[in-house]
């Protein structure tokens, strides 16, 4: 008697059953794929083309017959001797130093605010709820709250720096000027730090108890228990972490429209509203869409970077 293989005695039926089941995540997945398309990478496209057309108000009704200019709007935009690239220079230093400010500070507060929450005691629950409140409020509402605090004549920023601390000898002007970049800072800072707080608070979660109480036993201060247990366990987190809120406050568009309109002061002109007026403003798209091209591919050229730098670290690490 002739005797069948393994594979022969398998049921046919069987082998549609496991396509579709290793089909159905897939399957899944699709829409929110084609809603990634249409709402991500379809405007993309639309925006890299638009870079290379000579695109201002006379064709914005169909911005396809606007002519092609190759890639004058790139140099344009990085002729930094012209005042067009000069300007986008300015604001991409500026941008750069905020955002590094911003996220340190954001990160600094964050965390010292996580390992202060990390025993309990009395009213923790409530003081967390307190430390989320502006991450939670609307980003308009929040802003709009500032912009009044810092008002010249009667802001609540110069009542207690002059009026009642004396520490200046006459109300700032916080929105317009050099202070404008410290008054955005605040915000950003303030509106951002909590996030940081959050992500840390629950990284803290999985450091064993253990740990401390070892090194405790050993005769190891907070702060040399925050260095040797604290950080290096919290090292993928703050990577990533690090990376959303650089990306984040890069790309920040609320905050500096809110608080100045389409006209940002110098000292607080960040890339993102200078791309809105080189495109919105002065009606040259053509040229805020290279602006545009030149900031994404900066972008991914540090994020690629990034993850390449912490890919190693955590490597040599193991």
């Not at 929110?32 to 108000?57: D, N, R, W, Y």
């Not at 965390?111 to 003081?127: K, Y």
């Not at 002059?162 to 950003?188: C, K, M, R, Y």
Request: net charge positive; charged share 15%; proline share 5%.
């Amino acid at each position: 008697m002739r005797k069948s293989s393994p594979g022969a005695a398998r049921d046919p039926r069987r082998r549609p059953g496991r396509i579709r089941r290793i089909g159905l995540p897939y399957l899944l997945l699709l829409p929110a794929l084609l809603l990634e398309l249409l709402v991500h990478l379809v405007p993309m496209v639309i925006g890299v083309v638009m870079s290379f057309k000579e695109l201002t108000q006379f064709y914005i009704r169909d911005w396809s017959t606007a002519p092609w200019a190759g890639f004058d709007n790139y140099s344009v935009s990085v002729d930094f001797d012209a005042p067009v690239g000069k300007a986008l220079l300015h604001s991409f230093l500026v941008t750069i130093a905020f955002t590094l400010l911003s996220v340190g500070l954001c990160w600094l507060i964050g965390t010292a605010a996580a390992v202060f929450m990390q025993d309990a005691f009395r009213g923790r629950g409530l003081l967390r709820a307190l430390f989320l409140v502006p991450y939670a409020l609307p980003v308009y509402a929040a802003v709009i709250t500032w912009v009044f605090m810092f008002q010249h004549d009667n802001g609540l920023v110069n009542h207690v720096l002059h009026d009642q601390l004396g520490l200046t000898d006459e109300p700032s002007f916080w929105l317009i000027g050099d202070n404008s970049f410290v008054a955005l800072l605040v915000v950003s800072v303030w509106k951002g730090w909590p996030f940081a707080f959050l992500i840390v608070m629950a990284g803290l979660q999985n450091i064993p108890r253990e740990l401390y109480e070892a090194a405790a036993l050993d005769g190891a201060g907070m702060l040399q228990q925050i260095r040797r247990i604290t950080l290096p366990s919290l090292r993928p987190v703050n990577q990533v972490l690090v990376l959303v809120l650089f990306l984040w406050t890069f790309n920040d568009f609320n905050t500096p429209y809110v608080m100045f309109g389409k006209t940002a002061p110098e000292a607080a002109d960040l890339i993102s509203v200078h791309i809105y007026q080189a495109s919105f403003v002065t009606w040259n798209f053509g040229t805020g869409a290279a602006m545009s091209v030149l900031l994404l591919l900066f972008l991914l050229l540090v994020t690629g970077v990034y993850l390449a730098l912490t890919s190693r670290g955590r490597r040599t690490a193991s």
